[in-house]
């Protein structure tokens, strides 16, 4: 997830054309910021700055290294997922004639590098988008060369035009790609996929944004760009065409945010906006994993395959909300894969002599991967001889580095301090981590693997329908409940770490007593603490599993009996456990592993809901830091 920005300007070329980009970039910093970049086209050709880490040191090269007046910009602030965070790896890259931002993952860049190179181009990126950028420029430059010998007067926009609805339908993946060249001064090519990016209308200027935050200081008009629409953007007018070449009328609308809102979309609390980010979340960290030959890939990948062919235990350690993404891997990986799955609050692991060995192979899964307890735990496991493979968000950090191998959640970054959409992140890593080991160690045949990967492609879709259909009602449970000071939450199998997250969401969020437990250890104890009144969360398994599910309608009985008012978490069509809820939340049908990344998402916006009823602050909750980094 990087943030995107373009200007066009009118003449003469200005300083403006710099200042509005990083204007847009300064705005779009919570998209990612591990490097940033502009393209500027000036009377002296395409200028290019761009710097690692935060935009205040591209802003620092700028005033060292000043660019001249411009007529059109591009400018990129990124959130590293191809290729780490380094100013060589930043966007835009300049490939001949243009230079390009990109945001997206282009997954088949393997084949097109080695088209690019050899074509005698050099690549001075690991980025998919330079291999992009290349392959745009090969085919302009040659379609630009035809042009010109036809007729001298022809207009280099149209050729690029051409030659970027040409390229897109080569590109597998999601991507919004603007491009600009000095060959066309006032005027930005852009096309997109499956990743963001929106038209913003001014008075003889226009924007291009990845979402509106980019331009809502300069104009509040906004115009869509639909899938494998490619837009010529001039600042007195604006083209959208279609992948056969037809003209779009693109839809407008008014913008009724201000600028600080719409760095949240629009919601009240980065909270809200990350928890509606998710699907997106979930899509792209799916994205780019299957390799030409049909095979799960991952990141980086230093552990030689006949060492993961011979484990005999993983261990994941981790700590809050990404140790309960741990969990669900457990209940994945030991069905799919027949390994021993423990999981290890990472603080607790090295302190308790753990049983570790060459054969084990320690997950760490971290948003932040800067968590010192599981840095610890992980340098702990290596000095033991265990491989250690990490799941996290954020490239390039410590656990990424000294992991042996990675796998990024691409959830791009998290604001608020609560997690929500890096937690789904996890979770679909996991089971990317289970078939990956499944596919390898031969416990699942290819056509398996792909129809479970088939089953979480439909996951974004189905967390989108829920969140259209939920949201509301839940919103009203929680100033429903606002003034209850003790919260329950029950699962079972793949329901228990979730109910262990809803629990600690809601603490941390709305500072009230909230305790999970696997639901059938209720009458071993716990059950004592219901009394009349008592909400209680029950995370209801599909009916589909009968031998889950009659178990946890037979606890909802238990607690009602005493005075529990429940709120099921329930498949849609479960008529069986109407007659024991006080409040329903229903989630779309789902195979039994794959539930978490639906079932969680109402206990998220419950947690949020309550504390906004509350009125405390959601996206900074009191004595917690986004990034614990002391043991
Ligand atoms: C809870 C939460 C924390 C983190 C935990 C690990 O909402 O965010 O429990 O999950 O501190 O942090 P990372 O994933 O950065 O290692």
New binding site residues.
Partial sequence: MCGIVGYVAPQPPSARTQEVLLDGLGRLEYRGYDSAGIALVTPNGLQVRKEAGKLENLRAMLQADPTDGATAGIGHTRWATHGGPSASNAHPHRAGRIAVVHNGIIENFRSLRAEVENAGRTLLSDTDTEVAAHILDMDYSKRLEDALAADPNVDPARVLVESMRVVTKRLDGAFALLAVTADAPSTIVAARRSSPLVIGLGEGENFLGSDVAAFVSFTTKAAEVGDDEIVLLRPESIEVTNASGEQVEPKTWEVSWDASAAVKGGFDTFMEKEIHDQPAAVADTLLGRVDERGELTLDEMRIDPSVLRSVDKIIVV???????AGHVAKYAIEHWCRIPVEIEL?HEFRYRDPIVSEKTLTVA???????M??IQAIRHAREQGSKVLAI???YGST?AREADAVLYTHAGP?VA????K??LA?ITACYLLGLYLAQLRGNKWADEVADYLDNLGAMPARISELLETQEEAIFELGRQYADQESFLFLGRHVGYPVAL?GA??LK?LAYVHAEGFAAGELKHGPIALVEEGLPVFVIVPTPRRPMLHDKVISNIQEIRARGARTICIAEEGDTAVEPFADSIIRVPATPTLMMPLLTVVPLQIFACALAKAKGLDVDQPRN?A???TVE
């Fill in positions: 981790a700590c809050g909300t990404a140790s309960y990472a899964i971290s948003q932040s991967g800067e968590t307890d599981t996290v968000n954020t656990i998290e301090v609560a997690s929500t890096a937690f996890q997250e600690l969401k941390e917690l986004k990034s614990v």
